[in-house]
């Protein structure tokens, strides 16, 4: 039995992620707004250890409010490229690869 490509239009997935998944994430997200918050609320406020008191208030930064974006500078003397990556063909992968396999590569010694 071959694969058969997709027309255009047509899901690959016609029924969804499975339902149960999202009752798994509803329950976990109940837990933590009913009593996982608090118990991190708690730690925050009264740990012993400062470590735990950091560690609290990250685990609440982060799941409260979302993690921060992080930027991404790249420095590259050749100039960087934008590629529609639908529209390139098998060749062009391929010495893109060969491209790439070359240049991770560790360089050989010609003195030796």
């Known amino acids: 039995m071959g694969l058969k ?25 109940k837990f933590m707004y009913d009593s996982g918050f608090t118990g991190l609320f ?9 470590a735990v008191k950091l ?8 799941y ?6 992080q930027k991404l500078e790249i420095e590259s003397a050749a100039p960087l490229v934008n590629v529609n990556m639908a529209n390139i063909s098998i060749d062009n992968l391929k010495q893109i690869r060969a491209l790439l396999t070359n240049a991770t590569e560790a360089p050989t010694d010609t003195n030796a």
């Open 42 to 50: 708690d730690m925050a406020r009264n740990a012993e250890n400062d």
């Open 64 to 69: 409260g409010f979302g993690k921060p974006s």
């Open 55 to 62: 560690k609290a208030i990250e685990l609440i930064l982060a």
């Open 5 to 29: 490509p997709w027309k255009k239009g047509q899901s690959g997935n016609p029924g969804g992620r499975p339902k149960i998944l999202g009752e798994v994430k509803e329950l976990a997200r």
